[in-house]
Nanobody, 126 residues
């Protein structure tokens, strides 16, 4: 499956953005999908994941209550809704996919995913 992320941009603190990850070459509903992010000088970190076949979702503590992940079957895509954005959310955001499924509360790392899209830049100004 090939992934393409879009929707990044510049937003003021407290604002919202919606990222989309469109898949081609396969039914995205049969893949666990996740978002990671990488800030300058830092390692790529897990943000949020939704597993296929049941929709179990896990997220990093830093985005709890602010970010949600959802599937758009019509577009064969997974969206990331980001609200109450903070300057520390500034990063390149990457979508990823795997055929594995994860349990609630499990925070996967980048090695758990075999499919990656190119990143999209999110910049939050203070």
């Amino acid at each position: 499956v090939q992934l393409q992320a879009s929707g990044g941009g510049l937003v003021q603190a407290g604002g919202s953005l919606r990222l989309s990850c469109a898949a081609s070459g396969g039914r995205f509903s049969l893949y666990t999908a996740a978002w990671f992010r990488q800030a300058p000088g830092k390692e790529r970190e897990f943000v949020i994941v939704t597993s296929w076949g049941g929709g179990i979702t896990s997220f990093a503590d830093s985005v709890k209550g602010r970010f949600t992940i959802s599937r758009d079957s019509a577009k064969n895509a997974v969206d990331l809704q980001m609200n109450s954005l903070k300057p520390e959310d500034t990063a390149v955001y990457y979508c990823a996919a795997t055929r594995r499924r994860f349990s609630t509360g499990f925070s996967p790392n980048r090695d758990d995913f075999g499919y990656w899209g190119l990143g999209t830049q999110v910049t939050v100004s203070s």
